[in-house]
C-alpha cells in the first residue's frame, strides 16, 4: 500500500508530522540504513498502521457503543419521566380517595346519628302505639259493651212490637181480612228439619172463611227489602212442613213506599205500629 495512502488514514493534524518524520526517516535510512534494516522498519511501521486501524475500529466501536448507551438512558429516562407522571397521578388518585374515605366516614357517621335518631324515634312510636292499642282496647270494650246495650234495646224494642203485635191483630185481622185467630198468637220454634228449628215471632192458627189456616208475622223495627227476602225464605221453609195455607204479614215501626209496594206484590199483609192499637 502506498505511504500516501496509510497516512491519509491518520488524523488530518499528524499528518504533515508524519509526513515529515516520514521524510527525514528517509534521508536517514538513505545514509545509515541498510536495505534489511528498511525493511523491517517498513514491517513495524506496517504494524503500527494496522494497530492505529483497529484502533479506530475500537473506537467506531465504542461511538456506537456510546451512542445505543445514550439511546438506551434517553430512554431510561422518558421511562422515568413517565413512572414520576404514573406517581404522581397515583398521588393524586391517592389524595382524591382519602377525601373520598373521609367524607363517607363523615357520611357513615351522621347516617349513625340518623340511625340513632330514628331509634329513638321508634321506640317513642312503639310506646305511643302501646298507648293507641290500650285505648283501643279500652274503646274496643266499651263499644262492646254498647253494642251489647244496644243489642239489649233492639231486643226489647223488637220484643216490644212483637207483644203489641199479638195483642192486636186477633182483633184486626178479623176486622181487616176476616180470619178468625184460634186461641191466641204467640212466639214459638217449630221444627222444620231434624234437629233444626225456625224462630217465629208471630206465630198461632185460625180460619178464614172456613178454611183452617196458620198465621205468621215478621216483627222489624225498620223494615228493609232484604228483611222481606229472609222472609219469604223462612216463609217456604215452614210452608215445606205444615198443612195449612199460611197468612204471612210483618208488623214494623216505619219502612219506605218501595218496600210496602214489595210487600204487597208479594202477598204479605203490613201493620204499622201506630195501627195496633186501633180496633
Known sequence: MPYSDLIARFPEEVRWPMMELIDHLREDLARTVTREDFSELRKAFGELVEAQSRTELRLEE???AQKRTEQRLEELAEAQKRTERRLEELAEAQARTE????RTEQRLEELAEAQTRTERRLDRLAEAQERTERQVARLTGEVVRIKENLGGLSHTVGY???DEAIWSLPGLLERDHGIVVEGSLRRDHLETRPNRYEELNIWGEGARGGERVHILGEAKSQLKKR??????K???RV????????VRLVVTYQTSPQVKRYLSEKGILLYLSYELGRK
Open 99 to 102: 377525601r373520598q374515605v373521609a
Open 227 to 232: 228483611d222481606v227476602d229472609d222472609f219469604l
Open 160 to 162: 216490644r212490637l212483637e
Open 62 to 64: 465504542l461511538a456506537e
Open 239 to 246: 210452608q215445606a212442613v205444615v198443612d195449612r195455607p199460611l
Open 234 to 236: 223462612l216463609l217456604d
